[in-house]
Every structure is written in structure tokens, then in C-alpha cells.
């Protein structure tokens, strides 16, 4: 079997990342672990990080990489959190602080609405059509 494990999601500050995705999203931390560079890995998930994606969360490093925090797919959507429960996750999101960019709609493919990380990076929270 194989799958994508990781996504990198380049970030301004560790602490302030881990605070959004867990309790704002409410993921889970999988991982936080010092590297020699001053570095860490650090490892959120929506869920318990065996059956899913992950998101690697990298300190931008450098001039090139800062300018690419909150713009990593060029203003598009370019990530996609799939829920059981739309209602429920996005009124504990929009209760959290999250920054929904339109009010939820329903599509053939199912319920969706768009909103912003703590950088800028789009995403839409989606209910499938069953």
C-alpha cells in the first residue's frame, strides 16, 4: 500500500502553527521533535496520523521561503479538510476564530466553504456527497 504521508506547510513560527492546527482545527500534535539545526519536526494531523495525511510544518527558512508563507498555492485552494460533519466543524471552526471566506454552500460534490489558515493559505473544509 502506498500513500502520501506528509504535506510541507511552511510556516512563520512552530508554537504559533501547532496553537492554530490544534485547537482552532482541532487536530492532533503527532510529533514534536528538536532537530541539531535549532530546527524541529513537527507533525499535525486531523486524525491519529496512520490512515491520512499529515502536515509537516517547516520554519521558513531564508528570504525566499518567508515570502512563500501564506501563499503556497498562489492564492488557489490548495488544501482540502474532509468532515463527517460539516455543521458541526465549522461552527466549532468560526468559534475558534477561524476566517471563513464565503458562507457554506452545497454543491453536487458535496458541502464546502472555504477558509484561511493562520497565514493566508486557502482551504476548503468539505463534507463529500454521499
Known sequence: MRRVAL?????????????????????R?????????????VVVAPDDGRTGTGLLLARAKGE?????????????VGFFLHTDDFARDHARMAAAGVAFLEEPRHEPYGSVAVFRDLYGNRWDLLQPAE
Do not use: N
Not at 13 to 24: C, L, N, P, V
Not at 29 to 41: F, I, K, Q, Y
Not at 64 to 76: K, L, S, W, Y
Open 64 to 76: 525566499e521561503q518567508r515570502a512563500r508563507v501564506g501563499d503556497q498555492t498562489g492564492g488557489r
Open 7 to 27: 504535506v510541507t506547510l511552511v510556516v512563520d513560527d512552530y508554537d504559533e502553527a501547532i496553537r492554530f492546527f490544534t485547537e482552532a482545527l482541532g487536530f
Open 29 to 41: 500534535l503527532a510529533e514534536d521533535t528538536p532537530r541539531p539545526d535549532g530546527s524541529r519536526w
